[in-house]
């Protein structure tokens, strides 16, 4: 027993009955959720969930910054030999969405751990929730307005408008004002609260800012290594030198830790056997005996040429260092090209020469939106419904819960296959349709638990006292009875992610984005044969991301469970 139990102990045993009613003595009651978290974080498994659940959002958030084919900073070589002013690729072509996610990502710890003396902890998950709503819709309108004024059947005067000097200012405006009003008509109606009606200004100033900055994005390239080889360029990459789209023709299918250097080994290698007329592989012990007198360094310039822009180092002053070292035996040729500086593929590549680390990474992103955007939908539905039908009964009930049966009997999988042949191929729209057909759950359970609350006294006084009836429901009941509703949304999440990876699987996902369904579904490979690393690292993401959120919602349903909260009392 520790000392902190062995001084409670000891205080419990000495004070008396008349100590005990003058509050001397007593133990610190926790809040309800206080105490579930707490019984949470006491299982291990539980606990290993919420840190893998961290770890995905830690990339989702700022794997533009670990992993990308842009350099962080460069310095253009002028043909004098000076080094130009320095530039950052990396930042230049960050989308809105990626800064937006970093800015949040930065915020969020800094709300949630300051000190500010008048703000609980709920309080600041509240805030945090509700700046990364506003700061979403910004995001989505401003990208919708994007591409309404700049799509390719838009007409002539719409396209002069969009060209306009004081376009982006004005749109931006529009945009973060109306972004803002739902908010701070939430500020006002359930919280008179100016400092909340501060916070949410300042958050639409900020994203405004950013919206307008990264109004229009900058177009992709990736001749980087191409201009470092001839020596136009210096360049300092992030950790993960490659993007998710950054396609290399000279890497298709490589293992991982492989380097261009081993496709130039492999194309070499191919050479010698076309010559020789053999159709096996050479093996090691074969190399080892013949002589580099009867190769031809020439095949090694004629590869190097379609090398070379990969490697970033350049590849004629290592030819001619190699020829003149004149390795011994091929296998010692081998040795030494691969040992040339290239930047590697730690997870290998896919069919298209894209490197699956910064795959993975990125995918992250789309696994956590698709969770947590499509399971808050199906939660504010099913609330909304459930709390309608708990609240009157009767007809109302009979009739919405008549409408919870119609969308329980729709197929959400099926129904996404045939939306993914009629409606644009994108994470919006997945979003929607899964969090739009996946909230009976959540309406039953709150029908449930509003049935029960009804009656009660402090109900019955609400209703005597002429309490509008938003503020009964939503204010009153739906704290008491919202516990199941967030412990079921735990496997929701999980349950989105598998239908992203199922479709994605199939080829129906969303289009120009990385997923783990996409990489999974490339493991078969176009030849049929089986590429190990394309099914071990995106299925042990799935199945870990999805692990992990079932171990969370079985800790909490634990937790919450009544019946297990007395046995433990």
Known sequence: MSKNADQLQETLESVTGVQLAQGIGHTEVKGFWAEAWGQVFRRPAAVAGIAWVAIVAFFAIFSPLVAS????????????GSVGSMTSPLINTLKSSDVVLIFLGLMAPVILFFPFKKLGTGERLRLIIAAGAQSGIMVV???????????????????????????????????????????IAISILAYWSGARCAFVLAGAIAMGVI???????ELYRYDYRTDESNGQLRTVYTVIPFSPDQSETAMFNRAPGSTPMDSMWDRLELAQRIAADRAAKYSD???????????????LGEIAVSIEPLTSYPIAGFLEQ???????????????????????????????????????????????????????IAVVIGVTMGSL?????????FFLYRLVEIFMAIPVLFLL????????????VMMAIIGCFTWTGAARFIRAEFMKLRETDYIQAAKAMGLPLWSILFKHMLPNGVTPVLVESSFLIAAAILIEATLSFLGLGPTGQASWGSLLRNASGETGAFVWWLAIFPGAAIFLTTLAYNLIGEALRDAIDPKLKKARV
């Open 141 to 183: 309108l401003a990208r919708l307005t994007e591409s309404y004024f700049t799509a390719r059947d838009a007409s002539e005067s719409i396209r002069d408008m969009a060209q306009s000097e004081y376009f982006v200012a004005i749109a931006v405006t529009i945009i973060a004002i109306v972004s803002a009003i739902p908010f």
């Open 417 to 428: 296959i045939v939306a993914a042949g009629v409606l644009p191929r994108n994470t919006y």
């Open 389 to 397: 039908m708990g609240y009157f009964g009767g007809w109302v009930d």
């Open 285 to 299: 012990e074969e190399l080892a005996e013949m002589p580099t007198t009867d190769f031809h360094y020439e095949q």
């Open 69 to 80: 084919g842009h350099p962080i900073i460069a310095w253009p070589m002028n043909p004098d």
């Open 322 to 376: 190699l020829e003149a070292q004149a390795p011994a035996t091929l296998i010692d040729l081998r040795e030494s090209i691969k040992a040339h500086k290239a930047p590697s593929h730690h997870l290998g590549t896919d069919t298209l020469g894209q490197d699956v680390f910064s795959q993975m990474l990125h995918a992250c992103r789309l696994a956590i939106s698709i969770g947590f955007i499509s399971t808050s």
């Open 211 to 217: 919206v307008s900055w990264k109004w229009s994005p």
